[in-house]
């Protein structure tokens, strides 16, 4: 509409002999004024004007509408004219029809359909398809109300999809409660926006850090973003690290690099974290033997168990340390010698959640699996062989025996050297990898046993059951040296072999080089 087609819409109808109204000198022109500077959109005009009319006509003096009235509207110090002032009013009042439950989609509503300017950081109004921003029936319910009452508008684009959008860009500054979402997510949809042009053209052969992806993932979360899936690999980029952790040319760096930034990320795999408050363990079932077998150590039965697929992680293990039965319950520390109950805890030497808890003794090992046969008490596990386990019944959680142990490094009757087999580069966390500390569990998915047990061999040495020279004794109550399998970071190829044997004094082993993993398997004295 030209400048005097919309004098003569507000003016005419007031001039009828039934309705004479008038106006304060230079009211009509103000208001032609905010319409065409404030507004751009042609479509919005009319509903503008007509808001700022009623309002001005239910604030009347008599016959006469005022500045006075006008002004009240808006806020002229934040440059907010009645025009706008009339729409944000508008807005509120129809916002709160809604129902409670449907006005909390305020958020996911306007999300997809407002912009931050990178450079001035002003909000501007975008195009996002109906179905993105309807996507249950409290924001379908919203969507429709603000269309009803010409707030949202709809339309087509080229390709017919149906989208929404703001009718008024006016809302960005009048109405105070979008105003105010808007100020508290500025910066993160600044930063979510400058994300989809990034993702819009990522071609997947460049990751983002860790390091810039932490603040992403926390925007996301905490404005529930809906991202596409192009978008989504793009800032949540696990399964693509785990993927190249499949690839044998992966360089030992990049292997501890990649276990750090699932570390940051959140690491996605079963078995690796805490679930429910507990630690999340992933239990391989292992092929027990009929009779016995004869180990360089001597001759042994091993029966059906199952056994943790990671050494336990330090954020599993902290899990006992900070529970209020765990780590400082003396429950746990029962029929070890008295001076060996509750020793202070080593520090861990690298805290990510998902690498192996270093430092620990054979006796924190121990209790650290009592607390978990409780934790777990009527656990079932069924075994391929038809065996089921019931941890309190006729299992138990604990480390496992060196025959145990060997068992699954040798597969059984094979007698691998390791556990995959010959020696091979990059299939385990040794001296030869030159890394030189521990790093996450299950990096090196090519070293891992016929059960799918990872680290067996490499990155910490484990603690098993058994006493060092009297094999067969099973006994915490005594003080003998205890056995340690599997080799570790530190150590050569030579010290990972699956018939090779370590020990050290249980109570004073708290080496950065010292871990445990966990088996259910028969109950010891343990």
């Not at 596409?228 to 190249?244: C, G, I, N, R, T």
């Not at 293990?317 to 209020?324: I, T």
């Not at 040296?481 to 050290?504: T, V």
Request: include cysteine; aromatic fraction near 12%; glycine fraction near 8%.
């Amino acid at each position: 509409m030209t400048i005097t087609e919309l004098r003569d819409a507000i003016e005419k109808p007031a001039r009828l002999p039934d309705v004479a109204l008038t106006f304060d000198t230079g009211l009509v022109a103000e208001i032609i004024f905010a319409l065409r500077e404030r507004d751009k959109a042609i479509a919005g005009a009319l509903p503008l004007l007509q808001f700022t009319l009623e309002r001005l006509f239910a604030e009347r003096d008599g016959t006469h509408l005022t500045w006075e009235a006008y002004n009240a509207l808006g806020n002229p110090e934040q440059g907010i004219s009645g025009v706008e002032g009339a729409i944000g009013t508008h807005c509120e009042d129809v916002f709160q029809q809604l129902p409670e439950d449907t006005q909390n989609k305020l958020g996911q509503v306007f999300l997809p359909l407002v912009s931050i300017d990178e450079t001035t950081g002003e909000a501007t109004r975008r195009r996002a398809s109906l179905e993105r921003v309807t996507s249950d029936d409290d924001t379908q319910t919203f969507v429709n109300l603000f269309i009803e009452n010409r707030l949202l508008q709809t339309g087509r684009d080229n390709d017919d999809t149906v989208y929404v959008e703001i009718t008024h860009e006016a809302l960005f500054r009048s109405w105070e409660r979008l105003v105010t979402w808007i100020e508290t997510t500025r910066d993160d949809l600044r930063l979510l926006r400058q994300i989809e042009r990034e993702a819009s053209t990522w071609d997947k052969s460049y990751l983002l850090s860790a390091e810039r992806l932490k603040p992403i993932h926390a925007a996301i979360e905490r404005l529930s973003y809906p991202l596409s899936e192009h978008a989504h690999d793009f800032v949540y980029p696990q399964q693509m690290l785990l993927k190249e952790l499949e690839d044998p040319a992966t360089s030992e760096q990049r292997r501890m690099r990649i276990g750090d930034d699932l570390a940051l990320l959140g690491d996605p795999r079963e078995g690796v974290g805490v679930k429910n408050g507990l630690p999340d363990m992933l239990w391989l079932p292992v092929n027990g033997l009929e009779g016995t077998f004869g180990f360089e150590f001597g001759e042994f039965a091993v029966a059906d168990f199952f056994i943790a697929k990671y050494l336990t992680t330090y954020e599993q293990y902290q899990v006992f340390v900070d529970a209020k039965d765990g780590y400082h319950n003396k429950q746990w520390w029962q029929g070890f010698p008295e001076k060996y109950q509750l020793r202070k805890l080593s520090e861990q030497r690298t805290k990510s959640p998902n690498n192996p808890r270093d430092s620990i003794t054979w006796y924190q090992s121990v209790a650290f699996g009592r607390w978990m046969t409780v934790q777990f008490g009527g656990l079932e596990l069924a075994h391929p062989s038809g065996n089921i386990m019931r941890v309190g019944d006729n299992a138990q959680i604990r480390i496992p025996t060196e025959w145990e142990w060997q068992w699954v490094a040798m597969n059984g009757h094979e007698k691998w050297q390791y556990p995959w087999g010959d020696w091979q580069a990059g299939h385990a966390n040794t001296v030869e990898s030159g890394l030189g500390r521990a790093i996450a569990v299950g990096m090196y998915p090519h070293g891992e046993a016929v059960c799918s047990a990872l680290d067996i061999s490499g990155n910490l040495y484990e603690w098993c059951a058994n006493n060092k020279n009297e094999s067969e004794i099973i006994d915490a109550s005594n003080t003998s040296f205890k056995m340690l399998r599997g080799g570790a970071f530190d150590n050569s190829q030579n010290k990972a072999r699956a018939s090779y044997r370590n020990y050290y004094d249980p109570y004073h082993g708290a080496f950065n080089y010292y871990g445990c993993r966990l088996v259910v398997a028969p109950i010891l004295r343990l």
